[in-house]
């Protein structure tokens, strides 16, 4: 049999796979320690149908041993293209009471409704970024939760959404007929600049006390774009704020975030915690750190004035992603936030 380099490579490489699904299989002690089940990367190629075909039935054979899986995660998963013995073990995991957490990501499935909402009784957090959808599911929801799951009888705590070109999930977690009650969040993960998570935020946000943004996705690719932010004056009990930009981010795009929460009246807003994450993947030179630490002194303006008093900490982690930080770089945003710094309320911290 004559392969081409590419399918030569894969073949290798779903061969190795199965090597060592094979020894995991030996191991008599797997189910008794393992809680965590991560599949990545389970798209299925056609020219490869058989030894794929092997790898996903050896697969399934593990994960229907692992009885206390407490944490799913899916990555780069094509439903459809499984192995049938796969998405039945899948859909037992699914079942299983230990299941809590499940993180979803580029994950193509059109009965997720059904799968998810079916079974996953005592989910307490659920992740879903990238592609996904429910649409295909949502009549086979309605009759198999009429005799399974009560409506909002399971409450999630956590909820996380990023990057989802197609937001039937928001309609779905509102209709009443959804098993999943997610008015009580604790956390809840969107993206920064999408003004598509006005609605639900209104929806979900009285009560949330923490809250995690992620940078609009892949960029903000013209910052003469009016800003579009999510509106903290919905989250009057938020406790925790997390921000995850880049470099790239501009700053006016943070300042808008709290610009609508200063008042005349100077009524305190409950946030205790800021994080900010910014990752550095570009090079750049001495001045141009400067100059972005400059850029950053009207947050701190913002952050001194009366409304947020009650702010007990600013943590600023500069991230390396593909540059190296520079020293100084620490010791200018600490400058920057002075008054913070002055009242002992900021971390500044770098990672590679």
């Known amino acids: ?41 389970f798209y299925g190629y056609v020219d490869e149908e058989t030894i794929v075909s092997s790898l996903h039935a050896a697969v399934a054979r593990i994960v229907q041993r692992l009885s206390k899986v407490n944490k799913v995660h899916l990555s780069l998963v094509n439903w459809d293209r499984l192995h049938l ?9 699914f079942r299983a009471p230990s299941l809590i957490e499940v993180h979803l990501s580029h994950f193509p499935i059109f009965i997720f409704a059904e799968l998810a909402s079916g079974y996953a009784t ?18 086979i929801l309605q009759s198999h939760m009429e005799e399974s799951v009560a409506p909002r009888s399971v409450q999630l705590d956590q909820l996380g959404l990023g990057y989802i070109a197609r937001f039937d999930i928001l309609t779905w977690l509102q209709q009443d007929s959804c098993p999943f009650d997610v008015r009580n969040l604790q956390l809840h993960c969107c993206e920064l600049g999408s ?23 892949p960029y903000y690719p013209n910052q003469s774009d009016p800003v ?17 930009i880049t470099t790239d981010c501009p700053v006016r795009h943070i300042e808008a975030l709290f610009e609508p929460l200063q008042n005349p009246d100077e009524a305190r807003f409950s946030l205790r915690r800021l994080t900010i994450n910014i990752r550095f993947y570009y090079p750049g030179t001495a001045p141009s750190i400067q100059n972005l630490c400059e850029r950053w002194a009207a947050l701190n303006t913002i952050l001194d004035k009366p409304e947020f008093s009650l702010l007990e900490m600013v943590h600023i982690r500069l ?20 008054s913070l710094e002055g009242s002992r309320r900021l971390v500044v911290q770098v990672e590679e």
Do not use: C
């Open 1 to 41: 049999m004559h392969l081409t380099r590419p399918r030569e490579k894969r073949y290798k490489l779903f061969a190795r796979a199965l090597l060592k699904t094979s020894k995991l299989l030996a191991n008599s002690r797997l189910a008794s320690y393992l809680q965590s089940l991560k599949l990545h990367d």
């Open 85 to 93: 013995s796969l998405k039945s073990a899948l859909t037992d995991t």
């Open 122 to 139: 005592h989910l307490k957090v659920l992740h879903v970024y990238g592609d996904w959808d429910i649409w295909h599911g949502s009549s």
């Open 195 to 217: 003004t598509r998570m006005l609605q639900p935020l209104r929806y979900l946000g009285r009560s949330l006390r923490e809250l995690e943004l992620l940078e609009e996705y």
């Open 228 to 244: 579009n932010v999510i509106p903290l004056e919905y989250t009057p009990n938020l406790r925790s704020l997390t921000l995850n």
């Open 319 to 338: 991230i390396e992603d593909l540059r190296a930080i520079l020293k100084i770089l620490r010791e200018l945003f600490r400058r920057t936030f002075f």
